[in-house]
């Protein structure tokens, strides 16, 4: 399978670097994260390198997604504390991607466990209905079949 030198990730998948490894197939791999939001929390990773969500293709895509279904909901019945999930991916430097090798986050959530997402000051302001046309416009005419 297609590699990235210096990528952690694909050091995991080539047995290089230790993980403790959740759920594995001939696509994907699931394993816990060492610096978790909470305990539970893990990945889902492409086991061939894929930077970002650009070179993923609808098929691991979908995979991944299942996966972490099958995933969520043995987490809500390990034991392990968990009132809610979060299922997280950034794609870029922008949206707070470090690790260039796309990953679906898997985190178990609880009443006051100090996670959350910040705000800005212009996040939630409602924009007139043009503008909103405006955009879903660039993005339909984008669309590739």
């Known amino acids: 399978m297609p590699m990235e030198q ?8 080539n047995d290089k670097k230790p993980a403790s490894i959740v759920y594995s197939d001939e696509k994907v791999i699931a394993f816990m994260v060492i610096r978790p939001i909470n305990p539970g929390h893990l990945v889902v990773i492409p086991k061939i390198h894929t930077p970002g969500l650009s070179e993923l293709d609808e098929e691991m895509g979908a995979h991944m997604f299942k996966v972490a279904l099958r995933i969520v909901n043995a987490l809500k019945k390990s034991g392990i504390e968990c009132e809610g999930i ?8 922008a949206a707070s991607q470090e690790i260039f090798h796309i990953h679906l986050h898997i985190v178990p959530r609880f009443l006051g466990d100090g996670f959350g997402v910040k705000y800005g000051p212009n996040n939630f302001l409602e924009p007139r209905r043009e503008e909103l046309d ?7 005419n984008s669309l590739e079949e």
Do not use: E, P
Not at 134 to 140: E, F, V
């Open 6 to 13: 210096d990528c952690v990730f694909c050091d995991i998948i």
């Open 86 to 93: 979060n299922l997280f991916l950034s794609d870029g430097k």
């Open 134 to 140: 405006k955009i879903a416009t660039m993005i339909r």
